[in-house]
């Protein structure tokens, strides 16, 4: 049996309860081709059912709700199968069980969990802010893994007094600090006013990008490593080296 659920940690939990005791269930957030002879059901978020579980899991495991948001926000194909393979092994333990790392539904929500958790660290320093007429600051951003809103923290204690929005183009929803409060909000497309210093921040910051390279000790395979050329589209030192 696949259990559709719509990603949400709700959702998740109360899938989780219809397919606990069904050895062969997969869980999917996604649309999936049936084989023949499978059946599907779309479960639907029980706020009831699913604080009841919160709670029992919790009490094996007070972080485990911590590990299941940072699983639900992974890109990852098998994300669903990794999240249902973890709780589930939570359950049948009764204990914390991610020190357990020979155990393959371990290491492989670790896996999951670390990615996010980098992906977060490398936008850090990935995010590209555009200014706005209006002084506003504005980041276009194509993640693997869904974080826009956990970026937030990092920003607003670098830039307290401006407010921004940071835009994941891929999930088309936006993070937006106000200046005093942030929250999440659909967002499909954005046109931005620049502002006239705009073009000469772009020209300085490529200028100093320029400067600091050394064409005599080029590394291009390792500079991939560090910065991949899947985040070059939104920043600007990078416009048109798409190579």
Same mark, same amino acid.
């Given at each position: 049996?696949?259990?559709?659920?719509?990603?949400? $940690? !709700?959702?998740?939990?109360?899938?989780?309860?219809?397919?606990?005791?069904?050895?062969?269930?997969?869980?999917?957030?996604?649309?999936? !081709?049936?084989?023949?002879?499978?059946?599907?059901?779309?479960?639907?978020?029980?706020?009831?059912?699913?604080?009841?579980?919160?709670?029992? /899991?919790?009490?094996?495991?007070?972080?485990?709700?911590?590990?299941?948001?940072?699983?639900?926000?992974?890109?990852?194909?098998?994300?669903? =199968?990794?999240?249902?393979?973890?709780?589930?092994?939570?359950?049948?333990? =009764?204990?914390?069980?991610?020190?357990?790392?020979?155990?393959?539904?371990?290491?492989?929500?670790?896996?999951?969990?670390?990615?996010?958790?980098?992906?977060?660290?490398?936008?850090?320093?990935?995010?590209?802010?555009?200014?706005?007429?209006?002084?506003?600051?504005?980041?276009?951003?194509?993640?693997?893994?869904?974080?826009?809103?956990?970026?937030?923290?990092?920003?607003?204690?670098?830039?307290?007094? #401006?407010?921004?929005?940071?835009?994941?183009?891929?999930?088309?929803?936006?993070?937006?600090?106000?200046?005093?409060?942030? #929250?999440?909000?659909?967002?499909?497309?954005?046109?931005?006013?620049?502002?006239?210093?705009?073009?000469?921040? !772009?020209? /300085?910051?490529?200028?100093?990008?320029?400067?600091?390279?050394?064409?005599?000790?080029?590394?291009? $395979? !390792?500079?991939?490593?560090?910065?991949?050329?899947?985040?070059? =589209?939104?920043?600007?030192?990078?416009?048109?080296?798409?190579?």
């Amino acid at each position: 049996m696949i259990y559709f659920y719509d990603g949400t $940690k !709700q959702s998740f939990l109360t899938a989780l309860l219809a397919a606990y005791s069904d050895g062969e269930a997969v869980l999917s957030s996604r649309s999936a !081709q049936l084989g023949l002879g499978e059946q599907s059901v779309f479960v639907h978020a029980d706020p009831v059912r699913a604080e009841k579980a919160e709670k029992r /899991l919790l009490r094996y495991d007070p972080k485990c709700m911590e590990d299941l948001d940072l699983l639900l926000r992974s890109g990852a194909d098998d994300r669903d =199968k990794v999240a249902l393979d973890y709780f589930r092994l939570i359950a049948a333990r =009764k204990c914390p069980v991610r020190a357990m790392l020979a155990e393959d539904a371990v290491a492989a929500a670790e896996d999951c969990i670390r990615r996010v958790q980098f992906e977060v660290h490398r936008f850090h320093g990935f995010v590209r802010f555009l200014e706005s007429a209006s002084g506003a600051l504005y980041a276009p951003i194509a993640p693997d893994n869904d974080i826009c809103d956990l970026l937030v923290p990092h920003f607003r204690a670098r830039l307290p007094r #401006f407010p921004f929005v940071i835009h994941d183009v891929k999930r088309k929803r936006a993070a937006v600090y106000d200046g005093e409060h942030t #929250f999440l909000a659909p967002l499909d497309r954005a046109e931005v006013a620049l502002s006239a210093d705009e073009g000469a921040w !772009q020209a /300085l910051w490529k200028k100093y990008y320029k400067s600091v390279n050394i064409p005599s000790r080029e590394r291009l $395979k !390792q500079m991939r490593g560090y910065m991949p050329v899947r985040y070059w =589209k939104f920043m600007p030192e990078k416009f048109g080296d798409l190579c």
